[in-house]
DNA sequence: GGGTCAAGAGTGAACGATCGCTAAGTGGAT
DNA sequence: ATCCACTTAGCGATCGTTCACTCTTGACCC
């Protein structure tokens, strides 16, 4: 993973990942088919893990949308703020044979569609109001999985940090306007004060 | 750039580009000093493109913060949509040797100050709430490129559509609430009377 | 319990193909 | 005569991949 992520796909030699394993490049050979089932894995493997945790995530959360909502994003984020290794995922999705691509596309699309899901519920109860629920989980979906791309472990903000902040932003996204009762996160709930609380205040 | 966007830059040979451009591989390195500096240029100046035009749209905008961000928001959308080759922009600079790299970024993050400054004027004027400019902009700015990932021409919107479209998402990624005076392109207006209605009824 | 054998896991060496790149030469315009 | 734009041919290096082989482990039969 490490080694696709410095150098993409076809920038990382075989001999280069064998090095890193501390086996022989046949070793490899003997475990995977070739170079792209390394990558087909890493890909498959890595988005399955996001998708489980987003759907754990979102079990735990409860029935409103709006906490179902934050516990996505905030499950997201914190996935690619912990694993910035996977900054790769969506760029290279174009080295893979057609009918691995699609396989790997299927399951971002769950995850898509799940985040779609909350979407339409809480502009259903009036929580959000953006007439454009497909577009808003496209482009969150993109700016959550954008922070594997800057973020760095040794910068001022944690994984958390960084997943409130982005919670924050989504829920403006999607139209996200007054503030509600408590949620169970507390750093969640804090930060959704936040915003309504300026929203208060701007809207007079 | 085609080849570039679909193999990566470690995926193209020299001898395919050389091919889409009609001559023989000395020829290109007749005009290039090596494949690097192929890629550097297609970067730089795709990148000093979108930052001119996104100057330009900004002086046209006049004063209003809210029409400022609506305007570079809008610029980068329909660049991106309009010239998909340009996909690769982001996750390509990782090719670049250190200090050729370190010229894209210097671009890259002109656009995100020019992002970030009306985002700060907007708050000072009361129109956009967000806590976080610096985290807005820099997502925002992820999501507007990321419209070069999934834009497609045969689809059912138009580049201005989808542009219209992230003005919106991106205005409520800021926080922006209360409808404003009317701006001056009639599609913009109208999507943010839509979304201040929407904000309205909402609130109650 | 000792001998036999098959399978699993890995190695060193090398294959053909292709890579980025260049030396040397050609034709035409100034 | 000289430079520009470009060619053909081919260089050495490296790529993904495979061949043939070794070593270890564990099951099996007598």
Known sequence: MAAFNEHGYHGTTVRDIARRVGVTVPALYYHYENKQALLVTLLETSMSDVLGRCRAAV??????PVDRFSAIVECIVVYMANRRGLAFLDSEIRSLEPENRARYVELRDSLQYMLLDTVEAGIEQGSFTTP???????????????????????GALTPSDVA??????????????????????????QARENAGARTRDSVG
Chains 1, 2 share one sequence.
Do not use: F
Request: aromatic share 6%; proline share 7%.
């Open 164 to 189: 409130e902040r982005h919670v924050l932003l989504c829920l403006g996204t999607v139209g996200y306007l007054a503030p509600r009762e408590p949620a169970k996160p507390a750093s969640l709930r």
């Open 59 to 64: 079990a735990e959360a409860g029935d409103d």
């Open 132 to 154: 454009i629920p497909a577009d808003a989980s496209r482009a969150i979906l993109t700016m959550c999985q954008g922070v594997a791309n800057w973020y760095r472990s040794d």
